[in-house]
């Protein structure tokens, strides 16, 4: 969601990789025990550095990831799903070349969008009128597109790219 978000995206060496300080939220003095990076991790979590690299260059390279001005914002960004309680944020971002459907899933449970979507999911929009098979490119942790349907795992989020 951070890469997702307007503005400079700020992580932490070792994050793509999950690096994790062993638990600890404030090491500032902690020793290097806790502090330096283990290397071997990288080996560990390939899947998690690749989606990084995939997120960075989605945002380096389309500027509706990097809008900096509140009117460009409120113009190019619509959220669909913010409800409190559903789990479930979704926004398109769009201008003359290209529209992009974003979907962050912590409902506790899949979700199904996308065309003729019958699910009912209390109130979220499902984008029945979308036919994901038509999107240009993804990127995603965990999904699953069939027949123009998208089902989005618990936790999982799905990034997709339409031409205008």
């Given at each position: 969601?951070?890469?997702?978000?307007?503005?400079?995206?700020?992580?932490?060496?070792?994050?793509?990789?999950?690096?994790?300080?062993?638990?600890?939220?404030?090491?500032?003095?902690?020793?290097?025990?806790?502090?330096?990076?283990?290397?071997?991790?990288?080996?560990?979590?390939?899947?998690?550095?690749?989606?990084?690299?995939?997120?960075?260059?989605?945002?380096?390279?389309?500027?509706?990831?990097?809008?900096?001005?509140?009117?460009?914002?409120?113009?190019?960004?619509?959220?669909?799903?913010?409800?409190?309680?559903?789990?479930?944020?979704?926004?398109?971002l769009k201008?003359?070349?290209?529209?992009?459907?974003?979907?962050?899933?912590?409902?506790?449970?899949?979700?199904?969008?996308?065309?003729?979507?019958?699910?009912?999911?209390?109130?979220?929009?499902?984008?029945?009128?979308?036919d994901f098979?038509?999107?240009?490119?993804?990127?995603?942790?965990?999904?699953?597109?069939?027949?123009?349907?998208?089902?989005?795992?618990?936790?999982?989020?799905?990034?997709?790219?339409?031409?205008?």
């Amino acid at each position: 969601m951070l890469f997702a978000s307007q503005g400079i995206t700020f992580i932490q060496i070792g994050q793509e990789f999950w690096r994790n300080k062993q638990g600890l939220d404030n090491t500032f003095e902690s020793p290097d025990s806790i502090n330096d990076i283990n290397w071997d991790y990288i080996g560990y979590h390939p899947d998690t550095i690749d989606l990084t690299k995939q997120l960075i260059n989605l945002k380096k390279s389309n500027g509706l990831f990097r809008l900096d001005m509140y009117n460009y914002i409120n113009e190019h960004l619509t959220f669909q799903n913010y409800k409190n309680g559903t789990g479930v944020i979704s926004f398109t971002l769009k201008d003359d070349t290209a529209k992009f459907i974003l979907f962050f899933n912590s409902s506790g449970s899949q979700i199904e969008i996308g065309k003729d979507s019958n699910s009912n999911l209390n109130g979220i929009y499902t984008y029945s009128d979308v036919d994901f098979s038509y999107a240009v490119s993804n990127i995603s942790n965990s999904i699953n597109v069939s027949g123009g349907k998208v089902i989005i795992d618990n936790l999982g989020f799905a990034i997709f790219k339409f031409n205008s």
